[in-house]
């Protein structure tokens, strides 16, 4: 997880909002069970809008979801409070297995949870690596309840985690045999970039390198 920053509302959202909301609690007035249509909040403007925000990646695992199959999730449950199922500011990206493996609200509440989208959002102090396997940082309760909330310790996410290490060690493999080749002590400015390239927003598991170069700088 890293720091999401909310774009504006997509029009379609802006310009339909009220009505859907309004439609969906008379239907759900007569059908406690019924969900809102995911043709309405997860609209192909709106996901566009929060793939932007996040460079397609799941807002609370940082995975790609460019190939993967992913959703726009209610950040407060919908069980919870339907009356935000159509408010922008609960709209966020995840992949599908964040989404379907998350605990409900009643299990852990989102408020112990860190918030991507809060304009506070400080994640790196809360999470930490050991190479691919996430901890919460000097035993944050935040980072725990997250960690727990989005079974962000599950194995797929472990495996894809290692899948890029394995990338960055490879990069840092060929920069060092470079320094010996050279008989250079320091790294050049485009060495420097490739690995600070796995640590921009857009990089998946950006979270997991930048505390992976802050321990292993060479
Ligand atoms: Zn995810």
Not at 46 to 59: D, N, R, Y
Not at 66 to 73: A, L
Not at 89 to 99: G, I, V
Request: positive net charge; charged residues 30%; proline residues 7%.
């Amino acid at each position: 997880m890293i720091p999401v920053k909310r774009l504006p509302a997509p029009d379609v959202l802006a310009r339909c909002e009220e009505r859907w909301r309004t439609a969906y609690l008379e239907r759900r007035a007569k059908d406690p069970q019924k969900r809102p249509s995911s043709k309405q909040y997860a609209h192909p403007d709106i996901v566009s809008t929060l793939e932007t925000m996040s460079h397609h990646k799941c807002f609370y695992c940082e995975q790609s979801t460019k190939q993967t199959r992913h959703e726009v999730d209610h950040y407060i449950d919908v069980a919870e409070d339907p009356t935000r199922a159509f408010t922008w500011t609960n709209l966020y990206l995840s992949c599908w297995e964040c989404n379907h493996q998350k605990q409900p609200n009643r299990a852990i509440p989102v408020t112990d949870c860190l918030d991507p989208c809060a304009p506070d959002a400080q994640p790196s102090r809360h999470l930490m690596f050991e190479t691919e396997l996430i901890r919460a940082r000097e035993g944050s309760a935040q980072g725990l309840a997250t960690i727990k909330k989005y079974r962000l310790d599950r194995k797929d996410l472990d495996h894809k985690r290692m899948k890029q290490l394995h990338l960055f060690n490879e990069a840092l493999i060929r920069i060092k045999d470079a320094l010996i080749a050279d008989g250079r002590k320091d790294m050049n400015e485009n060495e420097m970039a490739v690995l600070r390239s796995f640590c921009q927003p857009d990089f998946p598991f950006s979270l997991m390198f930048q505390a992976y170069l802050e321990r292993h700088r060479p």
